[in-house]
């Protein structure tokens, strides 16, 4: 039974897969190398619970106890010591993963759950750098974590059927809609979503419609809640960019080659929210961004 939970990184990921645990009544040592970023992120927890509260989704007891349940450390091995489970929530770097996951190997418990919120990378290639490949899964939260209900449930070549109807077992019991899929380059929900996000970005880069309205087509004609432009600022234009990496890498197929202009706006630190600028400029307090000036039509 998966009682006590570590989470390591205190990022965007890291923190709202944080809060969810907490929520359900697990124990959480979230684990990142920066304290800064940890205060951060328990800053970002708290607020998100009052807001939950005021929304009625949580009691003032529910969100005390929530933030009771969270223990924060800046040393992986300690962090680990005593996990029934830890997902990983580090930045997609592959060399950085591998590396975490050497070291989670040696420091957690022998029957520790070991999972990985890549959104892109192998689970096998990950597994295989431990010595309990039947014990690694994919555990891809969308991103917000507290609002988002899918989780991608990733099987390794190695992943043991108990290792996986455990966590699908436990993500029902966080709230949570998991699905199951097999360890495929962007697994399914990155493998249909970056290409048509880049393919939205090569039709702005060759003239065919501005930002607002390839975004306002695929939101009013498709009902998508947020145009695909919008929502590559959301994830990070760096982060679309690793991933259609991976997949162009892994697959050696043309059509998951990222657009040139996807790659120069990474290269030129134009990120989308997270730097203020992408596809869309950012202002605190702006609820509604407008089209960056790069991008406005006469």
Do not use: W
Request: glycine share 8%; charged share 20%; net charge negative.
């Amino acid at each position: 039974m998966i009682q006590s939970v570590s989470v390591i990184g205190a990022g965007t990921m890291g923190n709202g897969i944080c809060h969810v645990f907490a929520q359900y009544g697990h124990p959480v040592q979230l684990v990142d190398v920066e304290a800064s970023r940890l205060e951060k992120a328990l800053a970002t927890i708290a607020k998100n619970l009052e807001r939950q509260q005021a929304k009625g989704i949580v009691t003032e007891q529910d969100r005390a106890a929530t933030l009771a349940r969270i223990t924060t450390i800046t040393d992986l091995a300690e962090g680990v010591k005593e996990a029934d489970l830890v997902v990983e929530a580090a930045t997609e770097n592959t060399g950085l993963k591998l590396d975490i996951f050497r070291q989670l190997d040696q420091s957690a418990p022998p029957g520790c759950i070991l999972a990985t919120n890549t959104s892109s990378i192998s689970i096998t290639k990950i597994a295989a750098v431990t010595s309990r490949p039947q014990q690694v899964v994919g555990m891809h939260f969308m991103n917000p974590v507290p609002v988002m209900k899918l989780v991608e449930v990733i099987n390794g070549y190695a992943t043991s059927r108990d290792t996986t109807d455990t966590i699908l077992e436990l993500s029902k019991k966080i709230g949570k809609v998991p699905c199951e899929v097999n360890d495929y380059p962007g697994f399914i929900a990155n493998r249909i979503l970056m290409p048509m996000i880049n393919e939205a970005i090569c039709s702005l880069q060759e003239g065919v419609a501005g930002v607002g309205e390839i975004d306002r087509i695929m939101k009013l004609g498709m009902a998508h809640p947020m145009g695909p432009l919008q929502l590559a600022d959301f994830i990070g234009l760096d982060v679309c960019l690793s991933i259609l990496e991976v997949m162009y890498t892994g697959f050696k197929n043309p059509k998951y080659a990222p657009c040139s202009l996807l790659v120069n706006m990474v290269a030129a630190n134009c990120l989308g929210v997270k730097t203020g600028e992408g596809f869309y400029q950012y202002t605190p307090g702006n609820r509604e961004p407008e089209v960056s000036t790069r991008f406005r039509r006469p």
